[in-house]
């Protein structure tokens, strides 16, 4: 012990880095799973008031997307949610990024569309935290 009262391992464990979490594949699906909903239900809110068929034609999409990622939660093994899921649900992620981005242009300005991007966006960090 030194004179601080401190034991040398405690200092070393101190000392140290803090852990970095462990995510595994299925927790992090799970998670961007829980966004996208959250990006879908506020997506068919405002489909529901708008007019524009672009959005409808995105609410479609993301709804076929979720649908796709919602129903390998289940059915797939842990490596092919590794190897398979993931890629998939981050390359569906940027493809939909990108339409709505197209779709709320400069001409539009649309905040739900906004808030559904970043709901998104979000979903995708949830994903690439696994690389």
């Known amino acids: ?18 852990p970095q979490p462990a995510f595994n594949a299925e927790d992090l699906a799970s998670d961007a799973l829980c966004h996208m909903e ?21 609410l479609d999409l993301l709804r076929s997307y979720y649908d796709t990622a919602y129903g390998h939660m289940d059915s797939e093994p842990l ?10 649900m981050s390359s569906d992620l940027d493809r939909v990024v990108g339409i709505l981005q197209r779709v709320n242009g400069d001409d539009r300005d649309d905040l739900m569309l906004h808030a559904v991007n970043h709901l998104l ?10 690389a």
């Open 121 to 130: 966006r979000a979903a995708r960090r949830h994903i690439q935290r696994q």
């Open 79 to 88: 490596p092919d949610m590794e190897s398979v899921v993931l890629p998939r």
């Open 38 to 58: 959250a990006a879908l239900a506020v997506l068919e809110v405002h489909a529901q008031r708008c007019q524009y068929p672009d959005v409808h034609a995105a």
């Open 1 to 18: 012990m030194s004179d601080d009262g401190i034991s040398a391992p405690a200092r070393q464990a101190c000392a140290g880095s803090p």
